[in-house]
């Protein structure tokens, strides 16, 4: 049986938190709280508006798009299934990686 979009969206954010420091996700989760709403939407649009204009303002960067986009896919039913899907893609990229990176340093000399 397939998972539903927001059963998706919540494993995907579970996995996001698992990743980042301990005040991160402790942001995060009260983001996904349902009366956060407020701040999710607009700080959403902030984030993928700023990962825009990351060639210009070299302080931002290009990882505030998928970050704007997960908090918008929390209250935009199209974007839920797409975006879980390329975050859980993107941690389990991102834990392999570590784990290749701290296996090349150990065994480095």
């Known amino acids: ?9 919540r494993e995907a954010f579970l996995h996001l938190e698992k990743e980042v420091p301990e005040g991160v996700a402790r942001q995060v989760r009260n983001l996904r709280h349902p009366n956060a709403r407020w ?9 993928v508006l ?25 209250d935009i039913p199209f974007l839920r299934r797409p975006i879980a899907n390329f975050t859980i893609w993107s941690t389990k990229k991102w834990v392999a ?3 290749w990176f701290n296996r090349r340093v150990r065994r480095s000399p």
Not at 1 to 9: D, G, P
Not at 53 to 74: E, H, K, R, S, T
């Open 1 to 9: 049986m397939r998972k539903s979009s927001k059963a998706k969206l």
């Open 39 to 47: 701040v999710r939407l607009p700080l959403g649009v902030l984030f």
């Open 50 to 74: 700023g990962g825009l204009l990351a060639p210009v303002v070299p302080i931002l960067g290009v990882w505030m798009i998928p970050l704007g986009l997960l908090l918008l896919a929390y």
């Open 97 to 99: 990686s570590k784990e």
